[in-house]
């Protein structure tokens, strides 16, 4: 979320400006910060996915950012070709990235999870259990 709200007015700086060290220290600005909702994938499939397929997960949720990365480049290159200007994409961009940060805040974590396993705390008990509670 941190990650969003710094790389969104990056990005919105490179649409911006015309000149060229300042749209590459914005883009490198957005990069570093990817460097936040990448760094939070791993936890977060931990928590949802069971252990002995959460490297295949990750594996696959790589394997779709790729996919949707060259997707992105080839939609943008159709837009920049139909007369839709770059700068436009760039402004539609960050203002996804303020929206999506601003969605994320809303999350609120269920109660009773534990982090690690995922799973509610009373099916970590034994007693619990054994007691068939």
Do not use: E
């Amino acid at each position: 979320m941190i990650g969003m709200f710094i790389g969104a007015p990056a990005l919105f700086i490179v649409s911006q400006t015309s000149w060229l060290a300042l749209a590459i220290m914005g883009l490198a600005i957005f990069g570093m910060m990817r460097a936040f909702s990448d760094s939070n994938l791993m936890p977060a499939l931990c928590v949802v996915a069971d252990p002995r397929y959460r490297a295949t997960g990750y594996g696959l949720l790589n394997m779709f950012f790729c996919a949707l990365g060259g997707l992105a480049i080839l939609a943008g290159g159709s837009l920049r070709d139909s007369g839709i200007s770059v700068r436009r994409l760039f402004q539609f961009a960050a203002g996804a990235m303020i929206l999506a940060g601003f969605l994320l805040m809303l999350v609120k974590p269920r109660h009773g999870l534990v982090p690690s396993s995922g799973r509610p705390a009373a099916d970590r008990n034994p007693r619990s259990r054994a007691a068939g509670l």
